[in-house]
T-cell receptor
């Protein structure tokens, strides 16, 4: 089974409207972290927002918020008031707590989803 | 220079060539990563270095050879590549999970090297 699933290959939104990008994950770890990255056409991956598995509140960073539903294993990204510059590829990623065993071999391993291309129309 | 830099930004090479990709981070991090991003596939982790020691090799073919001389620099040496190795190669760095603990160690990415193998 895939660890991170992004079911929307592409999404379209009108400028100034909100959009939700879906992400579901699969893990048996109790401790894990979920990340969203933005990748513009230039190629650089830009960190947007982080949600820890023990965080009780949904993470927010400016226009970005993460709709974290732990029981459903979903971590959807909500972008409010979309801007033309938001057009990019968006990746959901997960780091599992088991990656940090003493003497472990998977320090810092992030598993990425396949991404969603967001297009913002004027 | 700030953040994570990668050179070259674009590289075209033949299957018999030997080339190297360079990554440098100016963030004081101790963990560095190589990822491969092929078209229509998720990012694939290739290698992880933690305090200059390789801690992850994700079944990467030996024609890719990483080198981490210090915590600020990471190289990926390429030789006898195949056309299917054409991809965007991304370098990232983070605080070392082994010292800072927890699962929150944001990875900062470089702009990538777009590699084309002819």
């Amino acid at each position: 089974a895939q660890k991170i699933t992004q079911t929307q290959p592409g999404m379209f939104v009108q400028e100034k409207e909100a959009v939700t990008l879906d992400c579901t994950y699969d893990t048996s770890d109790q401790s894990y972290g979920l990340f969203w990255y933005k990748q513009p056409s230039s190629g650089e991956m830009i960190f947007l927002i982080y949600q820890g598995s023990y965080d009780e509140q949904n993470a927010t960073e400016g226009r970005y918020s993460l709709n974290f539903q732990k029981a459903r294993k979903s971590a959807n990204l909500v972008i409010s008031a979309s801007q033309l510059g938001d057009s990019a590829m968006y990746f959901c990623a997960m780091r599992e707590g088991g990656s940090f065993n003493a003497g472990g071999t998977s320090y810092g391993k992030l598993t990425f989803g396949q991404g969603t291309i967001l297009t913002v129309h004027p | 220079e700030t953040g994570v830099t990668q050179t070259p930004r674009h590289l075209v090479m033949g299957m018999t060539n030997k080339k190297s990709l360079k990554c440098e981070q100016h963030l004081g991090h101790n963990a560095m990563y190589w990822y491969k991003q092929s078209a229509k596939k998720p990012l694939e982790l290739m290698f992880v270095y933690n305090f200059k020691e390789q801690t992850e090799n994700n079944s990467v073919p030996s024609r890719f050879s990483p080198e981490c001389p210090n915590s600020s620099h990471l190289f990926l040496h390429l030789h006898t590549l195949q056309p299917e190795d054409s991809a965007l190669y991304l370098c990232a760095s983070s605080a070392s999970p082994s010292t800072s603990g927890g699962v929150y160690n944001e990875q900062f990415f470089g702009p990538g090297t777009r590699l084309t193998v002819l």
